[in-house]
């Protein structure tokens, strides 16, 4: 069994479901990323992962699109 990784990325700025797929599609692309759920409710962005990611390269990736990262949280599964 291999290690998993869930990564929290608490968001703000989306609002709509065009909001959460450009985040969706932002974060899908970073190498490393295994699955992506956004929850628009909880404005949040749930990562799976096999290791650890770079915590950098995600919060960019989504201030790229001109939303504010508030929190990253990384739990071991």
């Known amino acids: 069994m291999f290690n998993k990784e869930k990564t929290i990325i608490k968001i703000e700025g989306m609002k709509c479901q065009h909001c959460a797929a450009k985040v969706l599609n932002a974060l899908e692309h970073i190498e490393g990323v295994k699955k992506v759920k956004i ?27 001109d939303y504010e990262v508030i929190s ?6």
Do not use: P, R, Y
């Not at 628009?40 to 990562?47: G, M, S, Y």
């Not at 770079?54 to 960019?60: E, G, S, W, Y």
């Not at 990253?72 to 599964?77: A, L, M, S, V």
């Open 39 to 65: 929850d628009l409710d909880k404005k949040e962005a749930i990562i799976k992962s096999k290791e650890k990611l770079d915590t950098t390269k995600l919060k960019k990736a989504i201030t790229d699109l």
């Open 72 to 77: 990253i949280e990384t739990n071991h599964e």
